[in-house]
């Protein structure tokens, strides 16, 4: 009689051994991410993001806190915000609440200047002229420094976060009122070293203007009452 041969298999060993191999592979990864994360940790090197071009993969954006022109800074408790009204150059009205700019002295409405040419011009109606033009009806933002004695506001002002004080001042419109703040003394020596606007050419500290001193040639006027 014929010798019948057997074939045996062993499926369930086979899986074993695959199942032990998957094993030690998670094993060896777990070890590796594992280095990684400690060694990552003390030199500084990140561990690797997830990739998915997902929305929940990348960071949240970081808010814009630069100031600019069109993302000025945000106004101060109690601070005086609107449209102003220009009454002379360092003078304004928000909301019939009139603010003097601390800090600055301009020429009067009536003052006289002399130009580059000697001429006289009107210097106090050409610095207003000149801050409304700059405002331009955009939002002026005032914070109170206390009051003066003729009861108006003593404001730090600003437009698209900027300075109103530096800007009239760096451009020969006003002068740094010394009496009550040195702050921008900095900014009339740069305009007097460029010869910006009334230091093109001649003219009378408005607190002298206001005494009663004229320039030579100037028509004489009533004095003012007072400190501006």
Not at 95 to 110: K, M, N
Request: hydrophobic content about 35%.
């Amino acid at each position: 009689m014929a010798k019948r041969t057997r074939t045996i298999s062993h499926p369930r060993r086979s899986r074993g051994r695959s199942g032990s191999t998957s094993l030690v592979v998670s094993a060896i990864l777990g070890v590796l991410a594992a280095v990684w994360y400690v060694w990552g940790e003390d030199v500084g090197v990140p561990f690797p993001a997830p990739t998915g071009g997902g929305a929940d993969a990348s960071a949240p954006e970081t808010p814009d806190t630069t100031v600019t022109e069109a993302n000025p800074p945000p106004a101060p408790e109690g601070a005086i915000v609107g449209t102003a009204s220009v009454i002379d150059a360092d003078t304004l009205d928000i909301r019939s609440e009139r603010i003097r700019l601390v800090g600055v002295d301009a020429p009067e409405s009536g003052q006289k200047c002399k130009d580059a040419s000697g001429a006289l011009v009107r210097c106090g109606s050409t610095a207003a002229n000149a801050l409304d033009a700059w405002i331009n009806r955009n939002p002026v933002t005032c914070a109170s420094e206390g009051t003066d004695r003729y009861q108006r506001v003593l404001g730090k002002c600003s437009v698209r976060g900027q300075s109103v004080q530096d800007w009239l001042v760096r451009n020969g419109h006003a002068v740094a009122y010394r009496e009550y703040s040195t702050e921008f003394v900095p900014a009339e020596i740069a305009a007097r070293e460029a010869k910006a606007g009334i230091w093109a050419g001649e003219f009378v500290m408005p607190s002298d203007w206001r005494k009663g001193q004229r320039l030579e040639g100037e028509p004489a006027t009533k004095a003012a009452a007072g400190a501006h």
